[in-house]
């Protein structure tokens, strides 16, 4: 992955998530953000195309931060106190990635 910069919560992010042929910014898709049991629903959900993301290795680092049960190879990631989300995403197949949106979340 390319595009890092402005070092975020393990000196990775924020990420810009591009092609690794053309380097064409890539768009990835999540649901509005609302309580944690309807993201888990299966049903077709309104969105956003987010591009910037932080890149989180390793889970331990959150300390505020809920999962939702899988939809499909996915959980989402939510604000573990008010279940609110998306905040960002992980992908079942790869252990060790946690994708955090920017637009997602206020930082300081």
Known sequence: ????????????????LLCSLCSLPLQLFLPSMRKKPA????????GDLLQEHWLVEDMFIFENVGFT????????????DCEI???????LDDKNSFYV???RVSHE
């Open 1 to 16: 992955m390319k595009g890092t910069e402005n070092a975020g919560i393990d000196g990775t992010g924020p990420v810009q």
């Open 39 to 46: 993201l888990s629903d299966g049903s077709n959900p309104d």
């Open 69 to 80: 049960k899988d939809v499909g190879n996915i959980k989402f990631l939510v604000c573990a």
């Open 85 to 91: 989300g998306p905040i960002g995403w992980h992908c």
């Open 101 to 103: 949106a920017l637009e």
